[in-house]
């Protein structure tokens, strides 16, 4: 963490964290359950663990003339050997599913800005926020696979696929105080 503070209440923060994500027993040998036989899962005894480097920037100012503050706050996320689902689907639609590190990183990406002042001092104050977000993230897929191409032992990598997600909202109130 670093901070720098321009006064007694501005300041501007950097914040990073790191975190590894080991994977489970189940993911790198899963118990053979025969609830379902068109779904198999597969275990992977080479997964790696994951690890994400997350990063906040941070800007806050309060005015106490006006009692009114300015927020702004940007994060972001980066997950190296992500553990992602491999499904591969046969010729006859049995499913095996297999954890494997991703090879490419998925990301996430949040910004959001908040301001408050009063309208009437000690009485109504007024808020806004606005947030906004991306995030990708990854797997792998193949269908109508040959069954004779399959080996569970060596379970082959499907497509990659990418799914992108993006939301955008406003928060706006009034307070009042009695």
Request: cysteine-free; aromatic content about 12%.
């Amino acid at each position: 963490r670093f901070q720098y503070n321009f006064g007694r209440k501005t300041f501007a923060r950097i914040d990073y964290r790191g975190k590894t994500n080991q994977p489970s027993i189940t993911q790198m040998q899963p118990v053979k359950n025969n609830d379902d036989l068109m779904a198999e899962t597969v275990g992977n005894p080479s997964l790696d663990p994951s690890f994400t480097h997350s990063l906040r920037l941070m800007y806050s100012s309060f005015n106490s003339d006006k009692f009114s503050s300015f927020n702004t706050f940007l994060t972001a996320d980066a997950t190296q050997d992500a553990l992602v689902q491999n499904k591969i689907y046969d010729s006859t639609l049995k499913q095996y599913s297999q954890t494997v590190n991703s090879a490419k990183i998925p990301v996430n990406f949040m910004w959001n800005v908040m301001y408050t002042t009063p309208l009437i001092q000690k009485k109504l104050h007024f808020s806004t926020s606005t947030n906004t977000r991306y995030g990708s993230q990854y797997s792998y897929i193949s269908k109508g696979i040959d069954i004779d191409d399959i080996d569970v032992s060596h379970l082959m990598l499907g497509d990659l696929s990418k799914t992108q997600s993006y939301s955008a909202s406003e928060e706006l109130s009034l307070t009042f105080s009695n």
